[in-house]
């Protein structure tokens, strides 16, 4: 074997050693998103990954009387101030006994209340 040939045979094992301990030192890559050859590939991952997490955000449901703001937030039409006199009508007032009765807190109306129906529940 000439010079050449014997570097290039070392380097092949080098490199082949250090990708095997790369392999054993990862963690479980059980939920490691795949490789993409391209960019468009790779997009419509990501998109439909976002979709999935929408959807899973959509389906449920949230509890007004228990909801933290970060849940309440998640709901169409609710952001951090309304979700924040929602926690604070309920500590004031005490539990929702219907969905409907979110009315009585300033700045949630009938739509909001229309538009996030599915999702609100007053009970566990």
């Not at 997490?53 to 709901?75: C, F, H, M, P, W």
């Not at 924040?84 to 209340?113: H, N, P, S, W």
């Amino acid at each position: 074997m000439n010079v050449h040939h014997k570097a290039s045979f070392i380097n092949l094992i080098t490199n082949a050693a250090f990708g095997f301990a790369l392999l054993i030192m990862m963690p479980n890559s059980g939920n490691a998103a795949p490789c993409f050859d391209n960019p468009q590939s790779a997009y419509k991952y990501l998109l439909a990954q976002e979709n999935a997490k929408t959807q899973a955000r959509d389906q449920t449901t949230v509890n007004i009387n228990r909801a933290s703001e970060g849940e309440l937030v998640s709901l169409n039409g609710i952001g951090s101030s309304k979700a924040q006199a929602i926690i604070l009508y309920r500590d004031m007032f005490g539990d929702f006994k219907t969905v409907d009765e979110l009315m009585k807190v300033k700045g949630i109306g009938a739509k909001t209340i229309e538009k996030n129906r599915s999702r609100l529940r007053v009970q566990d």
